[in-house]
Every structure is written in structure tokens, then in C-alpha cells.
């Protein structure tokens, strides 16, 4: 009996002895498990950083390179504007001198039939013989009053002449004014498509920097073209677009404090407010028109973002600016727009074109609306 208890204790014992060493290698082996988890999860947290640190100065790169295009794009837009002033201001002239010119040749055709029936009257009185005065003094007396009636009229016809030779010279100094706007005219296109030229290359440059936020703009641009179909007009619509915009945060501010500052957004002429008040009652509508005669470039007139581009109803291709606190800007009539929904663009950056027809000499024509909580404001007390 008391062999078999000593066997059992020393197989326990002998238990005890290699189960001890098992027991101290586990918690050894987890605590190297557990640093390894650790080090990798902070190699990685590391690499996210580097990651983080990396995409953001991209995306500063990306926004400076944004900003610069935007920059330069103004800058190109002002030039293109002044050219188009430019160009407005000659065909003005051109206009007044062409006026001067007509007035001054129907003048001077006036003049050539007066002058010829004068000269004619003293061809008859030259080739005719003088009367005796002794056989025939009535006849004699006729021809004196004659003489003396040609007398007067000589001085005259050197008047006439005198007028005739300084309208002569007048129009053909209006014609080398003509000649010289028209080189005036000439150049300032030229200019206009280099300008324009090198704007093209900024836009697509542009285009190039933001590929991924335009696939973004498709999207949108989906939804927005949904809400357009559903809007049951234009109130409507602008409503919907600010809930939308709403959604997406981005508040511009200080539009309200620009009423009788806000510049043109187009080269050309603001119709008068009778004549605004007279196109709105035919068409209908409450805003403001401006019309022009040459490629016009349409720049933003403040800090927007786009919410609508294309096609609405009748008004043709049509642009909304969201310019914060519930104020819209909106332009219809637009040959051609340059920017994509959900864009964020700054003051004075194009946004698209006013192309008038081939071969005709009718004037296009811009139209615009301020809305406040989707209802027009008076537009042509906003711009100066």
C-alpha cells in the first residue's frame, strides 16, 4: 500500500515537473505574439500617415494649381473684354462716319445738280448774240438784266464750289477714318481669337487637373437634369437647386452688400428700364437683357457655385449661380457654357460665350435674373 501511494506521488510530481516548464513558455510566447500585432499595426498607422501627408499635398497642389488656372483664366477674360469694348466702340464710330459719309455724298450730289443747272444757264447766255441797241432796245435792256442777273450768280456758283471742294476733302478724310477703324477692327479680332486661343488651353488645362471631380459633375449633372424635368418652372426649379446646394455646404457669403455694384457679366448694351419693362411684357418674364453684336465672352460677376448648366424650357441654354444666402444669379441665351454643375468659381471667371449668327448683323441677345428665395429682384438695380 504504502508502495503504490510513494509510485503516485512521484508520477504526480514527475506531472508537476513538465507541466511547469509549458506553463511558463505560453504567456512568454503570446507577449511576442501580441508585439508583433503591435509593431505592424504601427508600421501601418505610420503608412497611412505618410499616405495622408502625401494626398494632401497633392490635393494643396492640386488647389494651387486650381487657383493659379482660375487666375490666369480672369486675367484672360478681362483682356477679352476690353477687346470686345474695344470692338464696340469702333463699330460705333465706324457707324457715325459711314452716316457722315452717306450724308456728305448725297450733299454733294445735291450740289452737282444745282451747279450743273447754273453752269448750263451760262453756256445758253455766252452762246448768245448781243441785240442792237439801236434797232431792238427792248431786246437790248433783256439781255442787260440778263448780264446783270449772270453777274450775281458767278459769285455764287464760286461759293457753291468752294463748299463742294471742302466736302470733297471732308469725305475723303472720313474715308481714311473709315479705312483706319476698320485696321482698328481688323487687329482687335485678331487679338480677340489669340486671346480666346489661349483661354481654350487654360480651360482644358483645367478640365485635365479636375478629371475626377467632372466624373463627380456627371453624376450631378444627372440628378440635376431630373430635377429639371420634374420642376414645373423656374421658381420651382431654382428651389429644388438650393436644397440641393444646401446638402453640400459650401456657403458663399456678402452677395446682398453688392446692389448697385455687381459688374456686367457681358461686353454690350444694358436695355434701358422702359425698354426692359417693354421685353418683359412680351415676354412674360423679370429680368434684365443686354445685347451685343460680337463674340462676347459671359464671365461670373461674383463668387458662385454652378448648379445648373444646359438646356431649360424656352430659355434656351441656361446657367443658375448659387451665390449664398438664398440669392441666385441666372443667364439665358448663351451660345456655348464653359462649366460643369457643382463648380466653384471665383468673380470675373468665364463661363461661357455669346456667339452672334453668321452673316447677319442682328444683335444676340443675354438675358439675366436676380432671385431672393426663388422670386425675381429687380435686376437693373443690382448691376452698374
Avoid at 509510485?7 to 506531472?15: D, N, P, T
Avoid at 452716316?99 to 455724298?105: A, E, V, Y
Avoid at 436644397?243 to 459688374?263: D, E, M
Wanted: charged residues 30%; glycine residues 4%.
Amino acid at each position: 500500500m504504502k508502495s503504490r501511494v510513494i509510485v503516485a506521488f512521484l508520477l504526480f510530481g514527475s506531472c508537476i515537473a513538465f507541466a511547469m516548464p509549458d506553463m511558463a513558455i505560453h504567456p512568454a510566447h503570446a507577449q511576442t505574439k501580441e508585439k508583433r500585432q503591435l509593431k505592424s499595426l504601427e508600421k501601418e498607422i505610420r503608412e497611412r500617415d505618410e499616405k495622408r501627408v502625401q494626398l494632401e499635398k497633392q490635393a494643396e497642389q492640386i488647389a494651387t494649381q486650381r487657383r493659379k488656372l482660375q487666375l490666369n483664366m480672369i486675367f484672360i477674360a478681362e483682356q477679352i473684354r476690353a477687346n470686345e469694348q474695344r470692338q464696340i466702340n469702333i463699330n460705333k464710330k465706324l457707324d457715325a462716319l459711314l452716316m457722315t459719309q452717306d450724308n456728305l455724298i448725297a450733299a454733294l450730289n445735291k450740289d452737282r445738280v444745282n451747279l450743273s443747272q447754273s453752269l448750263a444757264a451760262l453756256q445758253r447766255f455766252e452762246k448768245s448774240i448781243p441785240p442792237a441797241l439801236a434797232v431792238r432796245p427792248d431786246d437790248a435792256l433783256e439781255g442787260i438784266r440778263g448780264a446783270l442777273a449772270m453777274a450775281g450768280i458767278v459769285p455764287n456758283l464760286k461759293q457753291k464750289v468752294d463748299e463742294i471742294h471742302a466736302r470733297l476733302d471732308e469725305l475723303s478724310a472720313i474715308r481714311r477714318q473709315i479705312v483706319k477703324r476698320q485696321k482698328e477692327l481688323d487687329d482687335a479680332l485678331i487679338k480677340a481669337e489669340n486671346d480666346r486661343a489661349k483661354l481654350d488651353v487654360l480651360v482644358a488645362e483645367k478640365q485635365q487637373a479636375e478629371a475626377s471631380r467632372r466624373q463627380e459633375a456627371a453624376s450631378e449633372q444627372a440628378a440635376i437634369k431630373e430635377l429639371a424635368a420634374k420642376a414645373r418652372n423656374l421658381k420651382d426649379l431654382v428651389t429644388k437647386l438650393e436644397k440641393r446646394r444646401a446638402r453640400q455646404h459650401n456657403q458663399i457669403k456678402g452677395f446682398s452688400r453688392t446692389r448697385g455694384k455687381l459688374p456686367l457679366p457681358v461686353s454690350g448694351k444694358l436695355l434701358s428700364r422702359p425698354e426692359t419693362i417693354r421685353k418683359n411684357t412680351e415676354t412674360g418674364r423679370e429680368g434684365a437683357y443686354m445685347t451685343t453684336r460680337v463674340q462676347s465672352l459671359v464671365t461670373a460677376p461674383y463668387d458662385a457655385q454652378v448648379l445648373y448648366a444646359g438646356p431649360f424650357r424656352d430659355y434656351g441654354n441656361m446657367l443658375i449661380l448659387g451665390v449664398g444666402k438664398n440669392y441666385h444669379l441666372l443667364f439665358a441665351g448663351l451660345s456655348e457654357i464653359s462649366v460643369d454643375v457643382g463648380q466653384v468659381i471665383l468673380a470675373g471667371e468665364p463661363v461661357g460665350q455669346i456667339i452672334p449668327e453668321p452673316l447677319t448683323n442682328a444683335p444676340k441677345t443675354l438675358y439675366m435674373e436676380i432671385r431672393y428665395k426663388g422670386q425675381p429682384q429687380d435686376a437693373l438695380s443690382w448691376y452698374r
